[in-house]
């Protein structure tokens, strides 16, 4: 019963302990660094990381670096998203531009078997199974 007991003080002792150490880092700077430093060791432990964490407070230095991150991230993000937009357009109209080149082939009488990615060249065949090599212009 005592062990239990010296294991549960140990416990509650060590708690108390970072959080003594949480405060002291948030308020003095040499302390913060000197913390960092010496917990870079932690991610090798179990829970390591999780406890270097729950120690170091964020600084306002490393919160306005947090947030110029976020920034760049939503600006990144916005540009990704905008990019897949013209993407998606332009699937759109090859997409168009395809059925419309099925269409045409149709109404010769033609099944498309394969239309290239610009749109310029298709392999169409008809009724009776014969295949043809189509040259697709603008006009």
């Known amino acids: 019963m005592g062990y239990e007991v010296g294991m549960v ?3 509650v ?3 108390g302990l970072l959080i003594s150490f949480r405060k ?3 308020k003095n700077k040499f302390f913060r ?4 430093d010496n917990m870079k060791f932690s991610s090798h432990l179990p829970f390591g990381s999780l406890f270097a964490r729950l120690i170091i407070a964020d600084s306002d230095e490393e919160k306005a670096e947090k947030e110029m991150y976020l920034k760049i991230g939503e600006q990144t993000d ?3 998203g905008g990019a897949l937009d013209n993407l998606a ?3 759109r109209a090859q997409r168009a531009r ?3 080149i099925r269409t045409k082939l149709a109404q010769q009488g033609l099944t498309a078997v394969s239309i290239n990615g610009d749109g310029t060249f298709a392999t169409a065949k008809d009724r009776q199974g ?3 090599n189509v040259h697709i212009s603008e006009e």
């Not at 660094?33 to 960092?36: K, P, S």
Request: net charge negative.
């Open 78 to 80: 916005a540009f990704i």
């Open 130 to 132: 014969n295949q043809y």
């Open 89 to 91: 357009e332009k699937e």
């Open 24 to 26: 002291l880092a948030r």
């Open 33 to 36: 660094r000197f913390w960092n």
């Open 13 to 15: 002792l060590v708690i």
């Open 98 to 100: 395809e059925e419309a």
């Open 9 to 11: 003080l140990f416990v």
